[in-house]
């Protein structure tokens, strides 16, 4: 049994499709504040540790480069007793030191560039790091935000729905089951939009564990970018040369550092001298003694044995580097594909959001026109939320597979600014 004619045009107004007034806001790229996030990069403790461990990395640049070895002093005073002479005072001084062979003092400070250098690109991938971390926490409460707003503007919706044509059922203008309906889907949408209002609370405090200050509820945002153009096999460019990744230059600089060390130990299979200089006085200073000395260690099967282990290190160190290149290359890969996927993804599900809302706006008219039953006009309705909820997840997905894209290989990504078409949602 349906409704009479005049009940649905009296009706007709609240079956209104979602987000209308969402796509009349201010659209920008669905993005964390730039300050906040750079507040929030600093506030990261992985990021202050990385901080001072190239801070620690420095000193020992610096006593790498002044080498091993110290002046050392050393005094010493005795007395001699003699049964025909007596006793006489003496007294002896010496000052020594290591010497580098030379090559050895160019390679120490080759190693203490490089040590330097791999904490830089260790803060570096800290970095990226935090800030993949922020953006997965951001994008999170953001999906958790648009869920509760849709649902809420759903449960509205269906509350003024159920208000209405109670009013008509009251005045015998309406049938007991469309009653019955209005309510039973007034219930359902505010069951879902408290269920998501916890959801979205949830989201935001775990985000105020990263990005403090910052909100996530955003009214509408641009297209998603463009995807980035695929990368050839092992993430090569077109000229053959090796896609940058800035997660790989800690491996390369290790790799190189331990090929430094091989060489370092290989040269310490001679041994550095240690040179000296003594003076003494002995018989109560009757007689003065000076002279230099050298001294070379002995031992060359555990030098050998030392040079032996520094090479191994240095081929494993060269293994991890090919290790990481190839699982670079293939994240490399999958983010590319991640982000075509989601782009092509969003932009299906678009058309098939402004398709299911035309349908709820022809199943609407055909309510009016007493040609619809109201459960046939609730489902259309429905179907035109869910598919503006999933086209908002797929605009989302994209975003963020963006971002995630451009945190980790900087300026080599489609940035924020990708496709400035129309409006997500509109």
């Known amino acids: 049994m349906t409704a009479p004619r005049g009940h649905r045009r009296a009706a007709l107004p609240l079956l209104v499709v979602l987000l209308g007034g969402v796509a009349a806001a201010q659209a920008t790229p669905p993005l964390p504040p730039a300050e906040l996030l750079q507040r929030a990069l600093d506030a990261d403790p992985g990021l202050r540790a990385a901080l001072a461990r190239r801070t620690e990395a420095e000193s020992a640049a610096r006593l790498t480069t002044l080498g091993p070895y110290a002046w050392q002093l050393t005094a010493e005073a005795a007395q001699r007793r003699t049964t025909a002479a007596g006793t006489f005072d003496e007294w002896g001084t010496a000052l020594q030191r290591g010497v580098r062979l030379p090559g050895k003092a160019a390679l120490d400070r080759d190693l203490a560039r490089l040590e330097v250098a791999q904490s830089e690109a260790e803060l570096g991938v800290a970095r990226r790091r935090a800030q993949v971390a922020v953006l997965e926490d951001w994008f999170a409460c953001v999906r958790a935000s648009q869920r509760a707003r849709l649902a809420q503007a759903d449960a509205d919706d269906a509350e003024r729905i159920a208000a209405a044509v109670g009013a008509r059922r009251r005045a015998g203008d309406a049938a007991r089951l469309d009653a019955a309906l209005a309510e039973a889907e007034a219930a359902s949408s505010g069951a879902e939009a408290g269920s998501a209002r916890s959801s979205a609370v949830a989201a935001a405090r775990v985000l105020a564990t990263r990005l403090e200050g910052a909100s996530c509820e955003l009214e509408a945002w641009d297209d998603p970018p463009a995807a980035a153009p695929p990368a050839g096999a092992g993430a090569a460019g077109g000229d053959g ?87 670079a290359g293939r994240e490399r890969v999958v983010l590319q594909a991640e982000l075509a996927r989601a782009r092509a993804a969003w932009a299906r599900l678009a058309e098939a959001a402004r398709l299911q809302e035309d349908a709820a706006q022809l199943a609407r008219r055909a309510f009016d026109l007493g040609e619809l039953a109201l459960s046939e006009a609730l489902l259309q309705r429905r179907s035109a939320l869910r598919a503006r909820l999933a086209e908002r997840e797929a605009a989302l997905d994209a975003w963020q597979a963006a971002a995630l894209y451009e945190a980790r290989y900087g300026g080599s990504a489609p940035g924020p600014q990708g496709t400035p078409g129309a409006r997500a949602g509109s």
Request: without cysteine.
């Open 241 to 327: 040369r090796e896609l940058a990744d800035p997660s790989l230059a800690p491996f390369a600089l290790a790799a190189e550092r331990a090929a430094r060390e091989a060489e370092r130990a290989r040269q310490d299979r001679w041994p550095d001298p240690t040179l000296g200089a003594r003076y003494s006085s002995e018989f109560g200073g009757a007689e003065k003694v000076g002279g230099v000395s050298i001294s070379v260690p002995l031992g060359a099967r555990r030098r050998s044995a030392e040079a032996a282990r520094a090479r191994a290190s240095a081929e494993v160190a060269g293994a991890e580097l090919d290790a990481a290149r190839a699982a």
